[in-house]
Nanobody
Framework: QVQLVESGGGLVQAGESLRLSCAAS????????IGWFRQGPGKEREFVAA????????YYADSVKGRFTISRDNAKNTVYLQMNDLKPEDTAVYYC?????????????????WGQGTQVTVSS
């Protein structure tokens, strides 16, 4: 398994942007698919975006499609989530997750490693 640490969260106004980072330990990072999930206050954890091991395939929740972009830099063992045009409903704790896979994974039950989360708060 890998150890994951998220960063980049914060408080922004609606319409602004943030970039979250998910830094992974371990030398086998390139074999891992990565997913971003979020959990808002009083809500279930939900899928946000995912990327396969090479970065060639990405997948997004409909609610963020066109606003969020997931990418990865395997040389830096880091996955990013660029979030543009943020809305108050994007307020949540954002988690990254990893699992060894060549394909994109979107079900939280498929991931074995999770970070501690980073808070994103969007004010109106």
């Amino acid at each position: 398994q890998v150890q994951l640490v998220e960063s980049g969260g914060g408080l922004v106004q609606a319409g602004e942007s943030l970039r979250l980072s998910c830094a992974a330990s371990g030398r086998t990072f390139t074999t891992y698919a990565i997913g971003w999930f979020r959990q808002g206050p009083g809500k279930e954890r939900e899928f946000v975006a995912a990327i396969n091991w090479s970065g060639s395939t990405t997948y997004y929740a409909d609610s963020v499609k066109g606003r969020f972009t997931i990418s990865r830099d395997n040389a830096k063992n880091t996955v990013y989530l660029q979030m543009n045009d943020l809305k108050p409903e994007d307020t949540a704790v954002y988690y990254c997750a990893a699992e060894q896979s060549e394909v994109v994974l979107i079900d939280p039950g498929d991931f074995g490693s999770w970070g501690q989360g980073t808070q994103v708060t969007v004010s109106s």
